[in-house]
């Protein structure tokens, strides 16, 4: 499987403010997403981040409110912009299609999480 | 996607097999069955997926009915770090990628 970091683990910001969270994979990927889980609840994707292009957002999420970007096809970035304590949640990234490796081409392995706390 | 159903919460004693069911009713011939797991405060785990032979791995198994509208995800021998949050997913794999669209899942409890 692929080893995925993300940065940071945790934040804790001011309500206006905006966080960029950063997702490293150590092999190149075809695919690469943004979820968002709250409190107690289950994942909901915001986004699938395409090299190249912009991301494909999920109904209820848009671009102004959480841009994203991937440069190459081994990194993300997901900016909460404007934070509310709303916003307040675990933002993980996922990917899928690993580079030499087709026998997992259809699992889609998750990093770690950003806990972010917007008060 | 198709919905699934899963019991809100089951507990086993370690050591045990145990038996998660998944209901999918509603599934379609080209959507995968996929189950992964949640362990407190970490990210989701794939664990297994399969289309309609039941398929073993090093992890689990996964049993699926001929009409395909239920599964069973199996953990031979329980131990406490299996302790989690499992979530059955249907997905149709697309070209381009596809999402998973993640239920409530069931809290599983591990009991020593």
């Known amino acids: 499987s692929a080893v995925i970091s993300q940065k940071p683990s945790r934040d804790i910001c001011q309500r206006g403010t905006s966080l960029t969270i950063q997702c490293q994979v150590d092999s190149q990927v075809t695919m690469m997403f943004w979820y968002r889980q709250q409190p107690g609840q289950s994942l909901t994707l915001i986004a699938t981040?395409?090299?190249?292009?912009?991301?494909?957002?999920e109904s209820g999420f848009v671009i102004d409110k959480f841009p994203i970007s991937r440069p190459n096809l081994t990194f993300s970035t997901l900016t909460v912009s404007n934070m509310s304590p709303e916003d307040s949640s675990i933002y993980l990234c996922?990917?899928?299609?690993?580079?030499?490796?087709?026998?997992?081409?259809?699992?889609?392995?998750f990093g770690p999480g950003t806990r972010l706390t917007v008060l | 996607d198709a919905k699934t159903t899963q019991p809100p919460s089951m507990d086993c004693a370690e050591g045990r097999a145990a038996n998660l069911p998944c209901n999918h009713s509603?599934?379609?011939?080209?959507?995968?069955v996929y189950w992964y797991r949640q362990i407190h405060s970490q990210g989701p785990q794939y664990i297994i997926h399969?289309?309609?032979n039941n398929e073993t791995n090093e992890m689990a198994s996964l049993i699926i009915t001929e009409d395909r509208k239920s599964s069973t995800l199996i953990l031979p021998h329980a131990t406490l770090r299996d302790t989690a949050v499992y979530y059955c997913?249907?997905?149709?794999?697309?070209?381009?990628?596809?999402?998973?669209?993640f239920g409530e899942g069931t809290q599983l409890t591990v009991n020593p």
């Open positions: 981040a395409n090299q190249g292009s912009e991301a494909t957002y």
């Open positions: 509603t599934i379609s011939g080209n959507e995968y």
């Open positions: 399969g289309l309609k």
């Open positions: 996922s990917v899928e299609g690993l580079a030499g490796a087709p026998g997992q081409r259809n699992e889609q392995f």
């Open positions: 997913i249907v997905r149709a794999l697309e070209t381009s990628g596809s999402r998973l669209t």
